[in-house]
């Protein structure tokens, strides 16, 4: 099983790619995601993020698994703070304000145009994990005085909640 890359990671920076077969290879992946999102534990978990640049992503917010394949946002709406937090930078939480509401458009496994929309968790996870693949990182969304300081924290600490 391949392993959660952590902020700093080439791939965490770059702009994935569309996947173009739904065939098996994608669905190990994504099985494979999933497996590692829940021994995380984590509720979402990006392809980038275990150093693959393919449009897709998993999430579960307490509903059952879920995956998003070359996913788009159609709808923002409201804006709220939120405590959040990335698996790509464990041990660390800063509030982020966000749209509250999210719609995004996508396919399923076997191709099939679907869409996930909600607010609260579900809305945030949905924006985070489009995030991680145009190439951005939760970082990237914090003022630049606490942006400045978590770089900081970083590289004096590393990651605490790493393996814990
Ligand atoms: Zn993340």
């Keep these: 099983m391949l392993d959660i890359v952590t902020f700093g990671h080439p791939s965490l920076k770059i702009k994935s790619i569309n996947v173009t077969s739904f065939d098996d290879e994608l669905k190990n992946l994504t099985d ?84 996930y929309e909600g607010d609260d968790l579900l809305g945030r996870v949905l924006q985070h994990e489009l995030d991680h693949l145009k190439g951005k990182v939760l970082l990237t969304s914090l003022d630049r005085k606490t942006r400045k300081q978590a770089l900081k924290d970083i590289s004096l600490n590393g990651f605490p909640g790493k393996d814990v």
């Design 32 to 115: 494979m995601m999933l497996e590692i999102m829940y021994a995380a534990p984590g509720v979402g978990l990006a392809a980038p993020q275990i150093g693959i640049n393919k449009n897709v992503f998993v999430f579960d917010v307490g509903d059952g698994p879920n995956i998003a394949v070359n996913p788009k946002s159609i709808k923002k709406k409201g804006k709220i703070n939120f405590l959040e937090g990335c698996l790509s930078l464990p041990g660390y939480y800063w509030e982020i304000s966000r749209p509250e509401y999210a719609k995004i458009e996508c396919f399923d496994l076997q191709g099939n145009n679907i869409h």
